[in-house]
């Protein structure tokens, strides 16, 4: 089995911490993601700076990447407005995100879930980039509760024939056998699960059992929405790599060179990060030379 894995702490991962790097620092991390090998890379997102001050600048870190082969760049969009600048930047895929919930739409896209989806309609109709639709707070949301699975099973088969689908755990809520049940339900590709009460590994091989080939994660485990109380980070890229490489699943990544990553990282950003492997090492190590 090989999953492929997208790795957003260019744009998740960094956009709730304190400050806001400069886009050479995040195109760099960019470069260092696709020269592990991580076949997808979310770079940044399109949205307004002074809602989001930590993605300012966005145009720019696009303009700075070293474009490597075999490396897949995305940028997020939750508007047409961001959806027109992701494109006139160059990236290759658009993450075009709304959430199953009113509130949490109006939270974060100032918009109803009904004109969210109308803006994920005028999206598929025009582009010509291949289109990733992620449904935010698909099981759980901060001001609503738990989200009915039928809600967001409707969306999904709305979209299902014209965009990847990914369902995201936005504020770790979900367990493994909703995790698979909804991906199963949904026929859902990928993921994007935070690990914020400790399930979003087992969520992770969860989703795999459901069908799902495709996995979100950030390097160090960084990351947040700055519009859900108490959501942290998500799941390390490098835990996700090492768990599934012990289960015989290819990802094609670099582990090592992940593991340097989150320690460059974790100097760029002056702390300790979330993830785990990253300070305890790969095992087993590689022989003494």
């Known amino acids: 089995m090989r999953v492929t894995i997208c790795d957003v702490s260019p ?16 195109a760099a991390l960019v470069n260092r993601l696709a020269a592990a090998g991580v076949p ?9 700076a002074e809602a989001v001050p930590q993605m300012a600048g966005a145009e720019e ?3 700075a990447i070293e474009r490597r082969d075999g490396t897949e760049y995305s940028g997020l969009a939750l508007n047409e407005q961001g959806y027109e600048r992701l494109v006139a930047s160059g990236l290759d895929r658009v993450n075009y995100t709304f959430a199953a919930t009113e509130s949490f739409n ?4 100032n918009r109803t879930l009904e004109e969210a989806q109308d803006g994920a309609e005028q999206v598929l109709a025009q582009s010509t980039l291949p289109v990733t639709l992620t449904i935010s707070v698909a099981f759980g949301c901060p001001f609503e509760g738990r989200v009915d699975p039928g809600v967001v099973a409707a969306i999904a088969e709305r979209f299902a024939s014209r965009a990847e689908i990914v369902l995201a755990d936005t504020i770790g809520v979900a367990t493994p056998s909703q995790v698979r049940a909804l991906v199963q339900r949904t026929g859902a590709r990928g993921a994007h699960l935070h690990n914020t009460r400790n399930t979003g590994y087992a969520n992770a091989v969860a ?6 080939t495709l996995l979100d994660a950030s390097c160090g485990g960084v990351g947040g929405c700055p519009y859900a109380p108490r959501a942290t980070g998500n799941i390390a890229t490098e835990d996700l790599v090492y768990l599934l490489k012990g289960e015989g699943v290819e990802t094609g990544v670099d582990i090592d060179a992940l593991i340097a990553i ?3 990282l974790e100097g760029v950003l002056g702390r300790r990060l979330e993830g785990y492997v990253y300070r305890a090492g790969d095992w087993p190590p590689p022989p003494a030379s």
């Open 106 to 109: 109006r939270r974060n896209g």
């Open 40 to 48: 997808r890379v979310e770079v940044a997102s399109f949205v307004r």
């Open 262 to 264: 989150s320690e460059w």
């Open 61 to 63: 870190v696009v303009a």
């Open 11 to 26: 744009r998740d991962g960094l956009q709730n911490e304190p400050e806001t790097l400069e886009p050479a620092v995040r």
């Open 207 to 212: 989703a795999l059992d459901g069908g799902a």
